[in-house]
């Protein structure tokens, strides 16, 4: 029984009702919203709606289909959408058509290329770590062209989407220069760390090139500044620290071959106490990623250069 001549029956019960009750309005039309059939005129409930159709029976291969079927996240996808009940009319499909149009918008769905299906999934995980790591809009964009020329060169065969999209987020991050750790990308988008280095030397031995685009080098300033505002730590002790730096590095302290991070940290310990903003040594040691070990060799660099 197709759609319209549902309607045609529902609408002579309804009539039939309507004889003995007072007719909705002078135009009823009637529609079926939300398990109710509707007048939208004037917003009159007249009756339930059932679902009579047949239930369709799956078989033992599509139940398994269903449950191993990995979810595909499309926020881009194919511009024609095929679903819904009803038709361009408003009238409802028969389950015949119903079931026949299901099927045309998987098959739709499905008529798309390796490349766009990579995609459907890294752009909604490139999205989730960016609110994560709190990355500005340009480096994400930056992130997300370095990753579809990589997908475009077929460096995804042999690697996961989450390890190729890590190296490209910190790829772009040291791009622009951007005080982010490998620990911090590491721990958000939980991949291997020696895994992840390789992909990231792959995209700049690659990718990078291509777009003429060179690595920055991070300098302990930069770490500075972020530790500082992590440690809630005053504009006062930053600066002091950042003048510390300065100094060490015009007495003649060499930092080449040394972990930036951890004379950035060795600093801003040094300048907490000058300034009476006492923090630990575990505390800072933790919050950049070093060893207490590495910590107070570092403040002994700092003590023999400038004679704290």
């Known amino acids: 029984m197709s759609g319209r001549n549902k309607d045609d029956i529902h609408h002579k019960q309804i009539n ?5 009750e007072s007719a909705c309005c002078d135009s009823p039309k009637i529609s079926q919203e939300d398990g109710y059939y509707v007048c939208l005129n004037c917003g009159c409930i007249l009756d339930r709606a059932f679902d009579d159709s047949p239930r369709r029976a799956f078989t033992r291969e599509e139940m398994l289909a269903r449950r191993t079927n990995e979810r595909v996240y499309s926020p881009i996808g194919p511009r024609t959408v095929i679903r819904g009940n009803k038709d361009a009319y408003g009238s409802l499909l028969s ?23 990579n995609l459907w999934i890294a752009l909604p995980n490139l999205q989730r770590l960016q609110k994560q790591l709190k990355i500005p809009d340009h480096v994400a964009e930056d992130s997300l062209r370095i990753y579809t020329q990589a997908v475009k060169q077929k460096l995804t065969m042999g690697r996961s989407i989450d390890m190729l ?10 791009v622009h220069g951007v005080p982010r750790t490998i620990e911090e990308i590491v721990d958000v988008s939980q991949v291997d760390k020696k895994k992840m280095l390789k992909s990231y030397r792959l995209i700049c031995r690659e ?10 080098r991070i300098t302990p300033i930069t770490y500075v500044s972020k530790f500082g505002q992590d440690l809630n730590l005053s504009m006062k002790c930053i600066n002091s620290a950042i003048k510390l730096v300065k100094n060490a590095k015009r007495n003649g302290l060499f930092f080449s071959g ?9 600093s801003l310990y040094i300048c907490s106490k000058m300034c009476n903003e006492h923090r630990t040594q575990k505390e800072i040691s ?3 990623n070093i ?8 403040i002994k660099d700092f003590e023999k250069i400038c004679q704290i």
Do not use: M
């Open 16 to 20: 039939s009702d309507e004889e003995n």
């Open 258 to 266: 040394k972990d930036p991070k951890g004379i950035a940290a060795a």
């Open 291 to 298: 060893t207490e070990v590495t910590l107070r060799t570092r």
């Open 165 to 174: 999209l890590s190296a490209s987020i910190y790829c772009s991050i040291r």
């Open 95 to 117: 389950p015949k058509f119903k079931s026949k149009f299901n099927r045309l918008g998987k098959i739709h769905r499905s008529l798309t290329t390796s490349y766009e299906r």
């Open 286 to 288: 933790h919050l950049s």
């Open 207 to 216: 990718i990078l090139p291509d777009f003429n685009l060179k690595i920055k």
